[in-house]
């Protein structure tokens, strides 16, 4: 038989390669063998033998072929051989031969997925697997003539007082190997990698289901419902689902959400039995209170469906903690962040840290559709192009949420992003339309500064046309009539008119600059802080400056909108506050413009609504701190170069 002992070293790959296929073709040749001596003894046994063989025997190849440095490949041809060489001795020279039935399976625990556990005590188990088979072989024939009905008599045989021990002692022994061969399962499972892991959960998957139908072929026949051919499902179960789980998990491990079936399979297992004894038992005290039958089997069936499904949801959400704990994980971080989220305490941007935290892989990118069609943004609104990797498309309905990308690797981490993505699927949809709202915003800002530069620009040229067209022509009219005046002799009656009609024009030239004045102070023309310190020459109180600007030219606007914040602020005050002085700070800081008025007024200032929307047209922030008693302070902050 196949060693279970591995090959190691330099140099020897290619060596166990060989060994392995060779191995593989002694497996063979004894399977053909035992089929040939079930033919030749006409045997009824020959189609189920050659039915399981087939299925272990195919599948043992297909691993020698496809991973030729696996040891399971082999192992599984060679179980296939304990399962036809059996029956054929069996066919031959009488019973006795069935523990080698369990070399197989035993073996398959010990190497599986990728070889014998290292240590000198796994090594034992290995060589105590074929032991026992055999110490239980040799304990059958020597205690075959005090079965009740054997087929054929043992020509040793021990003292009948000592038959029993001898027999148990042997099974004991080979229970004991069985408990050491699961244990190299658990060991594997607790020490192995994420991949390892993996791979035996195919292994436990099977036994799952294989323990399923064979704890469904005692029941049924307990009932009587079937003769022995009810076992004829778990049987198959064990030679056809044992080895094409073990199969799958060697060469696609990641083949399906290997997690959530265990964990499902367990969890129906579980509910089902928990299902069966309640009725049992709530059928047994029906029948014990109600005299008849069928309203007790009615009312316990009723009674029971009434808690299995909130009864599995109990069970599913506890194996699934258990087995299938990274998928619990992924929902439960990615639930909290959604109620973080609802509540206020996260932003919705941060999905996609959270993601690169939930399913481990830090090179995770989240790219949002762009609300226009465009293509896609990062999570600050910028374009960005999906870069290589998985693609996971993200979609609600009919619309295209966007795309996450992973780092290249299995289907598994594929899988976790698309569980994690959808149960995030709410802070996703969040970012994506905060985004859109956020440029829309901006765009309104844009506009809005756009219109308001444009205005003052109007302005500008209105003072200028003003300054420079109409009034210097109404001063040149005025010198003009003055002119005439003088040449007329005195007391000539059309020298009074003009001396009216001279006064009308300075009126309208003085009107004009008042007007002038107003669309742009003339005093900004010798720069920002010049301009603020005019503003306290004439006030009745006085007026403390401090004027730090690191360019007196912080831009058209931003100037014209200082000023007036200034002249407004004070003259509020003026008005309304009845202070004995006024404090006016402007400094620049960071690209800022920052405005500070305060005073030692009465304090409770309220509307200002005139200035709010000025600052605001050009994208500043205005506040104003007004406690009754303790004066006013009313601060603009200013975008520079506007």
Known sequence: MLSLIPPSGPGLHNDGMSRARWSAIAATCVCL??????ALGRSAELTPVFVLDAVPLGLGWLLVVRAPGNVVGPVLTWLAASLAVVPAVEAWSGPGVWPWQLVGFLALLLVFPDGLLPGRRWRAVAFAVPGAALLVNVAFVLTMNYHDDPPMHSPISVPRSIWYPVMFGALFVLLVVSVLCVAAVVVRYRTGDDRVREQLKWLILAAVLVLTLMVASW???AFGWLGPEVYGGFL???????PAAVTIAVLRYDLFEIDRLLSDSLAWVLTTAIAAVALAGIAGSLDYLIDDDRVGLTGSVFLVALGVLPLHGVIHRAVARVIDRDRAVVLDRIQRFVEQVRDGSAEP????DVLRTTVGDPQLVLLLTDLDGSGYVDRTGAPADPPSGELVTLRSSDTDLGVLVLTPGSARRVRQGKLAASAARLPIEVSRLRLGLRRAVHEIDESRLRL???AAQERRRLERDLHDGAQQQLVALGMQLRLAQRRLPDGHPVGAELDQAVERIENTVAELRRLAHGVRPASLHDGLGAALTRLGADAPIPVRFEIALADDD????????AYFVVAEAMANVLKHADATAI????QQVDGRLEIRVSDDGRGGASGLTTLRDRVGSI????????ERGTGTTIVAVLPCGS
Do not use: N
């Not at 198959?236 to 044992?242: A, D, E, K, S």
């Not at 941007?349 to 996609?352: I, L």
């Not at 912080?554 to 909108?561: D, H, I, R, Y």
């Open 583 to 586: 404090e006016v700070t402007a």
């Open 554 to 561: 912080p831009g058209e606007l931003v100037a014209s909108t």
């Open 619 to 626: 994208g500043g922030q205005f506040t104003v701190t007004s």
């Open 33 to 38: 063998a035992a089929v040939v001596a079930l």
């Open 219 to 221: 029941v049924i026949a």
């Open 452 to 454: 308001v530069t444009a």
């Open 236 to 242: 198959l179960g064990i030679v056809i689902l044992v």
């Open 349 to 352: 941007e941060d999905v996609q």
